[in-house]
């Protein structure tokens, strides 16, 4: 493997010993009904950006979302598609699990719901994997998908998502450390098993609640 590919960069090298070291551990939970900044955590204006540092340029043109495995209408839809879908406006926190939370975010775009409607998600899925146009992976459990405060997001403030933040479309699961929304979203997979995605491989918790502090695995 050479040094720049993603599983060894240094980022990644530098986060899996984050991960055997437990950093940034507080040892303690909190209840998301009291608290609202879950534990360790601490609140930023700013946007940051964190990826593994190819940020592809996805246009409008080139936009393509298959959605399928454990369902019984697969699809795959273009931007023009997706955007004539029914949309949702909601507002959310979000909390990466470097430590920066921030509140109040605006988002447009299509609920979760909506799409496992769409496709008509077989009785027996049970986890949802999603695959980017840059590699990344990322998985959840398919009750963890099916919230009302997931979306498939187009807009936040009131502007299109920037491709450094995976537009024109990425994932919102607001509930979870971001590392499980992926951004410039290519495929999402409803599966009968489980499958670990990029960070979930390198030490990242399997489940990713930032109020139980599940940071690492
Ligand atoms: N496609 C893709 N999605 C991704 C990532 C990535 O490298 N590629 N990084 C994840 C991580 S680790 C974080 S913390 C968030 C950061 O999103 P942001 O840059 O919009 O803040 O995106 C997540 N989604
Ligand atoms: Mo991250």
Known sequence: MTDDSPADSKLVRAKRR????????TGTTADPAVAR??????????????????????DAARFRLDIGGAVRRP?????DDFMALPMTESVSDMHCVTQWSRYDNRWQ?????TLIDLVEVSDKARHVIFHAVDGYATNVRLDQFDQPDVLLVHSWEGGP????????????????????????IRR???????QPG????????????????????
Do not use: C, M
């Open 18 to 25: 984050w991960a055997e070291e437990g950093r940034l551990l």
């Open 37 to 58: 900044l879950p534990p360790g955590q601490r609140l930023v204006r700013d946007w940051p950006v964190l990826d593994l540092g190819n940020q592809p340029l996805v």
């Open 75 to 79: 699809i795959t839809l273009r931007f």
């Open 109 to 113: 775009g299509v609920s979760a719901r």
């Open 161 to 184: 998502i920037t491709r450094e933040h995976g537009g024109p479309v990425r994932v919102l699961i607001p509930r979870l450390y971001l590392w499980k929304s992926a951004k410039w």
């Open 188 to 194: 999402i997979e409803f599966s009968i098993t489980d």
């Open 198 to 217: 990029f960070w979930e491989g390198n030490g990242y918790h399997n489940n990713a609640d930032p109020w139980l502090e599940e940071r690492y695995s």
